[in-house]
T-cell receptor
């Protein structure tokens, strides 16, 4: 069965700092990859997704992620974070079995002013 | 407005008292799923449904039941809740062809 690892459990950054959150998955076949964000007290929302094509995908709110197949990674990046980016971020993988998603344990991002 | 709704949003109950959390979507999605979210464990899938009358166990199905009699509804049933089922529950729906899932607002359940 596939699994997803997010090694950064809690990240604290100052506003305007650059962000990179790691995501690694274990599955040797074709994958569809997602990053979801959960703002405090809210439900999960899709940030971006990768199915095929250009491995650098851009999402909402200035986020982007790069799929590196050889490293089984799909890291999330943002050049300059804002206080409003404070949230929990989840990486998720689908291996083509309908819509079944496997989630990582999440990374809590805290952005300080 | 396209959305996934869950009720109730908050529930405090006692051990052994049967409860149902409803989930409804208005996007005509084939796929629906229930997750529980616990600190440090992320989201874990409880049950999912590929379509009407088709349900299957996820990663943590023990103590839960589901049914999918209509496409839009996917209730989660706890026949005899226990304190270890205290958690935040999310329902989600999606289309098979896009793999993307849309989440409901969550139900915070406390079992004492």
């Amino acid at each position: 069965a596939q699994s997803v690892s997010q090694h950064n459990h809690h990240v604290i950054l100052s506003e305007a700092a650059s962000l990179e959150l790691g995501c690694n998955y274990s599955y040797g076949g074709t994958v569809n990859l997602f990053w979801y964000v959960q703002y405090p007290g809210q439900h999960l929302q899709l940030l971006l997704k990768y199915f095929s094509g250009d491995p650098l995908v851009k999402g909402i709110k200035g986020f982007e992620a790069e799929f590196i197949k050889s490293k089984f990674s799909f890291n999330l990046r943002k050049p300059s974070v804002q206080w409003s980016d404070t949230a929990e971020y989840f990486c998720a993988v689908n291996t083509g079995t309908a819509s079944k998603l496997t989630f990582g344990t999440g990374t809590r991002l805290q952005v300080t002013l | 407005e396209a959305q996934v709704t869950q009720n109730p949003r908050y529930l405090i109950t006692v051990t052994g008292k049967k409860l149902t959390v409803t989930c409804s979507q208005n996007m005509n999605h084939e796929y629906m799923s229930w997750y529980r979210q616990d600190p440090g464990l992320g989201l874990r899938q409880i049950y999912y449904s590929m379509n009407v009358e088709v349900t299957d166990k996820g990663d943590v199905p023990e103590g839960y039941k589901v049914s999918r009699k209509e496409k839009r509804n996917f209730p989660l049933i706890l026949e005899s809740p226990s304190p270890n089922q205290t958690s935040l529950y999310f329902c989600a729906s999606g289309l098979h062809k896009t793999y993307e899932q849309y989440f409901g607002p969550g139900t915070r359940l406390t079992v004492t």
